[in-house]
C-alpha cells in the first residue's frame, strides 16, 4: 500500500521542480520586459483583420512597403526606418493609402475600399482592418472570344 521512497529521490526530484519552476518564471520574465531599446519602440508585428479574400500575405506586403514593418522603430511620433525617417501619422496614412492598392493574387481586382491603421505606439503592434467591398469591384463579364469547333 506504501510507496517507499528513498532520500536521494526525494532530493532529485525538489531540485528538478525548482529548476523547471524558476525556468518558467525566468521565461516569463523575459517576455514582461520592456522591448524599448536605444533606438525606441520596435515595431512587432502587423495584425490583419476584416479580409475575406484578399491574402493577408498580399495585404501584410504593402503595408510593410510603407515603413511599418519589422525592424523599423517607433521614437516618440517618427517612424523610424533603415532608410529614411518620416512622421508616424505619414506613415500611417500611406499604409492605409497602401492597403487599399492591394489586389487578388493573379487579377487587377482592388476589393479594398477602406483601411483602418492603428499602431500601439507603446507596444509596437501594427493594426490594419480593411473592408472589402465587391459592389465597387469592376470585373470583366464579356467575353471577346469565339470558339469554333471542327469535327473531323
Known amino acids: 500500500m506504501f510507496i517507499k521512497v528513498r532520500r536521494d529521490?526525494?532530493?532529485?526530484?525538489?531540485?528538478?521542480?525548482?529548476?523547471?519552476?524558476?525556468?518558467?518564471?525566468?521565461?516569463?520574465?523575459?517576455?514582461?520586459?520592456?522591448?524599448?531599446t536605444d533606438q525606441g519602440i520596435p515595431i512587432s508585428g502587423v495584425m490583419i483583420k476584416g479580409n475575406n479574400l484578399v491574402p493577408t500575405d498580399s495585404i501584410r506586403a504593402n503595408i510593410y512597403a510603407s515603413g511599418l514593418r519589422p525592424g523599423s522603430y517607433i521614437n516618440g511620433s517618427t517612424l523610424i526606418t533603415d532608410?529614411?525617417?518620416?512622421?508616424?501619422?505619414?506613415?500611417?496614412?500611406?499604409?492605409?493609402?497602401?492597403?487599399?492598392?492591394?489586389?487578388i493574387p493573379g487579377t487587377r481586382l482592388t476589393p479594398i475600399v477602406a483601411a483602418d491603421v492603428k499602431v500601439d505606439s507603446t507596444t509596437g503592434s501594427v493594426t490594419v482592418t480593411v473592408v472589402e467591398d465587391w459592389s465597387q469591384v469592376q470585373v470583366n463579364t464579356t467575353s471577346s472570344t469565339t470558339s469554333s469547333y471542327t469535327t473531323g
Open 83 to 103: 532608410k529614411r525617417e518620416l512622421p508616424l501619422n505619414e506613415a500611417i496614412s500611406n499604409a492605409q493609402q497602401f492597403a487599399t492598392l492591394t489586389t
Open 9 to 36: 529521490t526525494i532530493i532529485i526530484l525538489t531540485l528538478a521542480f525548482l529548476l523547471i519552476v524558476s525556468g518558467r518564471v525566468m521565461s516569463y520574465m523575459a517576455f514582461a520586459e520592456s522591448p524599448a
